[in-house]
């Protein structure tokens, strides 16, 4: 059962093994009287602090009714909510936890099967729930396991060194990079945004090729970052997998 508040402002609730319910930064913005630019604001500060728990799939691209540039809005969980909302005053406090509890309480109890066939419907899609976890894990397994091999090393690694270590092809690699905002393009060369390099996931090495005598900066995991970016791959696996299953359902 799925109860969704509709609008711009949505908080979701869902029953037990769906996703986990969910609220917008929207929707804490318009019940804080706060921008929400702002809001988003201490949510990316958060991300990057990893204090939250958000995964890549937990933002997506808002289109106001009026046009205009899309926005990004944030779907957060009752836990990331109320971390986002810690530093806000007792009163704007309470506003949120008052509307998670009113909507947590609005939401009506799973129905009970009432015949055999709704008992085998029943058994049917938490089979599916159970195989969709058992594919989670079996893409992560290579992540984990590589994790475990690389966990002794004290060296920094190259990106091609990286990708091969993942058994990923390295233009995959490059793109999934690039678009999660993990590096960039600087005159050329692969450069870590600076959140990354601040949480000790990476490293810059200067130097200058003997043969060119060109000067040129490369960017090293660090053994730190070379961990975090095996579950950061496994997870985007994952994502791929679970798009492509949908593609072919619909």
Known sequence: MTTNITGDNMLTLQSPGAAEATMSSREIADICEARHNDVIATIERLINEEVLR?????ARAHQADGGGRPTMVYDLTKRDCLVVISGYSAALRAKIIDRWMALEAAAPAPALPRSFADALRLAADQQDVIAAQAEQLAAAAP???????????????????????????????????????ILYR??????????????????VKAGTAQVSGHAYNAARFTPKGVTWIAGEWAKHQVALRQRAGAEVAA
């Not at 958000?54 to 937990?58: A, D, F, Q």
């Not at 002794?152 to 060194?161: A, E, H, L, N, V």
């Not at 600087?186 to 490293?203: K, M, N, S, V, Y």
């Open 54 to 58: 958000l995964g890549r799939n937990t």
């Open 143 to 181: 992540a984990v396991e590589f994790v475990e091999r690389y966990a002794d090393s004290t060296g920094t690694k190259g990106f091609r060194q990286v990708a091969k270590l993942l058994n990923a092809k390295e233009n995959d690699f490059r793109e999934f990079l690039l678009d999660a905002k």
């Open 186 to 203: 600087l005159a050329g060369e692969l450069t870590p945004h600076a959140q990354h390099i601040d949480a000790g996931r990476f490293c």
